[in-house]
Nanobody
């Protein structure tokens, strides 16, 4: 059993920034591909960003350079830094490990 723990999220104004954090209990994050997904209202769950164990990065087309995925192996943490947020980014964001194990998700709301 892989227990994925996510934190961060909340309410932010358009143009603002948020950072989501992810870790895993009793295991090293280094052995996992880390991915962030989101589910926005009216759409299917979609990939936001991913980083494999070799460090290769992939971003959803909608990111347009606004988000950055990175990890700190010494802290056993992975992050999604989101800048210049738009109302269309509102949704539930999930951390995923190995394209298999999911966090509980957290709400991100971008609104004035």
């Amino acid at each position: 059993q892989v227990h994925v723990v996510q934190s961060g999220g909340g309410l932010v104004q358009p143009g603002g920034s948020l950072t989501l954090s992810c870790t895993v209990d009793e295991r090293s994050l280094e052995v996992f591909l880390v991915a962030w997904f989101r589910q926005v209202p009216g759409k299917q769950r979609e990939l936001v960003a991913s980083q494999n164990i070799e460090g290769r990065l992939k971003y959803g087309d909608f990111v347009n350079g606004r988000f950055t995925i990175f990890r700190n192996n010494a802290e056993n943490m992975a992050y999604l830094q989101m800048n210049n947020l738009e109302p269309e980014d509102t949704g539930v964001y999930y951390c995923n490990l190995g394209l298999t194990w999911w966090s509980q998700g957290t709400q991100v709301t971008v609104s004035s």
